[in-house]
């Protein structure tokens, strides 16, 4: 089944996503792929952080003695393939090492900020500026952004709840592309903002259908959008044009490559692969794969 139009189509892989399901049952709101076209599944399931090859097949299970089942979320792998991520309800952030070391906690695991705005309260998702520094957004409760140094030193914060520039209304994903600009996922003000490293507002782009996460190809000039209106949205980024996109109806379809719930997670391998993860689809994880036609 095809997906997507123009340069942008692709090939619905129907079985990668059954491939060892076992170890991503629950809902799948975070994949991330590393330099290695490792797959990294963080799902809501007893073992919440699992590897994969291309072709699905599972390699290793991370962060059992430090990551809970509770509230899997965020996921982010940089350009030195250190995996970030966050658990939504345990009001913290953990990096690992490319071979699964806990490096950093960011946070004091299972308690929230003291006072409103203070990191952190269930935090959503992690990236990375080109010096190191940290950004996370405390979606849930904060509606905030903050900035850390590589260390974990906390630099500054922005936001508060609302839907004025430099408001939110759930701060959902941060990416960082190669300006060193901050793109937040504002989810349901449908809205992504743009900002610079000190959380001065740039830019926005409105009219989306709650946008759950982002991948940025910065190589390419195009941004990748997974929705909870139950659409893939592919865009350059300079004119804003839209190269492809699927789903979006508005209904509820369990045709494969298609969302009953939908995606919250998405990722683009170094193939052109797209990776999403769903949610809201029962009690099952979905994971979809989607082959670029060349």
Known sequence: MLFGQGDYTYD???????????????????????SKDRVFIYSRSEKPLNVYDRDGKHLAT??????TPN???????????????????DHAIYKFSPTGELLLTLGTPGQP???????????????????????VSDGYVNHHVHRYTATGE????WGGEGDGPGQFSISHTVRVDAQDRIWDCDRENCRIQ???????FLDEWTDLLR?????????AGVLYIAELGRRISIWNIETRELLSSWGGG??????????????????????????????????????????RRS
């Open 250 to 291: 508005g209904e509820k379809s369990d045709v494969p490559g298609e969302f009953i719930g939908g995606p919250h997670g998405i990722w683009v391998d170094s193939h052109g692969d797209i990776y999403a993860g769903e949610v809201e689809r029962g009690e099952e994880g979905t994971m979809h794969k989607y082959i």
């Open 211 to 219: 946008p759950n996460n982002i991948f940025i190809d910065n190589d």
């Open 71 to 89: 509230f899997a979320h965020g996921i982010f792998i940089d350009k030195k393939d250190n995996v970030f991520v966050t658990d939504a309800t």
């Open 62 to 67: 991370w962060g059992e003695n430090v990551l």
């Open 12 to 34: 619905y892989h129907t079985d990668w996503a059954n491939l060892d399901s076992a170890y991503h049952e629950g809902w799948v709101p975070g994949v991330a792929c590393d």
């Open 113 to 135: 900020g003291t006072n409103k705005g203070d990191p952190f309260n269930r935090p959503t998702d992690i990236a990375i500026a080109s010096n190191g520094d940290i950004i």
């Open 154 to 157: 906390h630099v500054c914060s």
């Open 194 to 200: 743009i900002f610079d490293l000190d959380g001065n």
